[in-house]
Every structure is written in C-alpha cells, then in structure tokens.
C-alpha cells in the first residue's frame, strides 16, 4: 500500500531555532496535510495543501507541496516551547467517493527553553 | 468553534471483553471517519462512512470490530472480544461532504486490554 517516510524521527532544538522536515512518498498525492498531536489528543490541522508547487503559511509555519507531487516540507521558524509535540504529514490520493488519508510515522519535536 | 467529540476518553478493560466508543462530528458534516493509532505510529483508517452508509471498511478487521452511523450523524465503534493487541488510540475525524474536504480529529479514546 501507500507510504509516506517522514524525517526526521525525532528533533532536539533550542529555542528560537528554525525547524524543517519533511515527507516522501513514492505515490503521487492530491493533497497534502500537515498535523500537530499533543500527547494525548487527536491530531490538529495546521496546514493543507491543494496544488503542486503551492507554498503556503499559518504564522511560523510555511508548508510547501512539491512539484513532483510526491513531497512536502514544512518549516517552522523561530520556535517555542509550546511548538513541542509530534508532527504528522498526511496525503490524500482520491479515488472515486473514496481517499484513504494516509500518515507519516511523525517527526517528535523537542524544544529546550 | 465545532469540535468532534468522542467518549469515552480513557477505557481500560480485559481480554475478551466487549468495548465501545462513541462519536459526534463537526454538526453538518456528512462524512465521517475512524482511525487506529498505535503508539509511534500515524493514525490509520478504518472505516469510512459517507452518512449513513458505509464507503470503505477495507481496513476494518471485521472478525471482530463493527461500526456503526445509524442516522447519518453520531456513530458507534465496537470491538467484540478486545484483545491485547487492540490496545491504540481511537480516533474519530469528520469532513463537511467528502474525501476532498479537510478532517478534523476528535480527541481520541485510549484503550488499554489487560
């Protein structure tokens, strides 16, 4: 079936720092999203992509759908303590009524005040 | 701001036992879909309902697990005997009208099979 690598697993940075990872698939997707999950909760939209070479921000965060359709990175620019959590990407290739909603094992984000 | 509601949050029970979870999407919103998460892992699909009916349950081990959205709104998760290796995150997301549109996530139930 459908993958999506996401790297890196896991990130250690100090604060302030930027932020950058990304996801590949050897599949062509529709749409690209990207997922914040604190422990314990469900998965928070951040930002969703609709066309190839789309480059789009929510505040410190730019997410970009590749033009291959296979790839998306998404960047987080001068982070802060309360950007910790897991970071999930997740495509949709449709098919009929269906779309299978397919994940990344996410990338952990660990910042140090 | 509509938010998917799911209950319980937390549910601890033993092998073989029968568990159910519960969920209320976004109000107006036809689609709706639940997902495993194991720990380390991304959320995966396991049924997908388009109002009332089912669209894919492909995913679904049906040997054991059945869903159910009788009147196209609230939907109903069972798992019938729980086994150890159901223990997961069980999400619950809703879309206004079809797989195009953006999902939003419930807070999940967390089971643990003892």
């Known amino acids: 079936g459908q993958q999506l690598n996401q790297s890196p697993q896991s990130m250690f940075i100090q604060e302030g720092e930027d932020v950058s990872m990304n996801c590949t698939s050897s599949?062509?997707?529709?749409?690209w999203l990207w997922y914040k999950q604190d422990p314990g909760e469900g998965p928070v939209l951040l930002i969703a992509l609709y066309k190839a070479g789309e480059l789009t921000s929510n505040g410190r965060l730019t997410a970009q759908f590749g033009i291959t359709r296979k790839d998306s990175f998404l960047n987080i620019s001068a982070s802060i303590p309360s950007d910790v959590g897991i970071y999930f990407c997740a495509g949709i290739n449709y098919g009929g009524s269906q779309g299978n909603l397919i994940f990344g094992k996410g990338t952990k984000l660990s910042v140090k005040p | 701001e509509a938010e998917v509601a799911q209950s319980p949050r937390y549910k601890i029970t033993e092998k073989s036992q029968a568990v159910a979870f519960w969920c209320d999407p976004i109000s107006g919103h036809a689609t709706l879909y639940w997902y495993r998460q194991i720990l380390g892992q991304g959320p995966e699909l396991l049924v997908q309902f388009q109002d009332e009916s089912v669209v894919d349950d492909s995913q679904l081990p049906k040997d054991r697990f059945s869903a159910e959205r009788l009147k196209g709104v609230d939907s109903t998760l069972k798992i019938q005997p729980a086994e150890l290796g159901d223990s997961a995150m069980y999400l619950c997301a809703s879309s206004p009208s079809g797989v195009t549109d953006t999902q939003y996530f419930g807070p999940g139930t967390r089971l643990t099979v003892l």
């Open positions: 599949s062509i997707f529709n749409t």
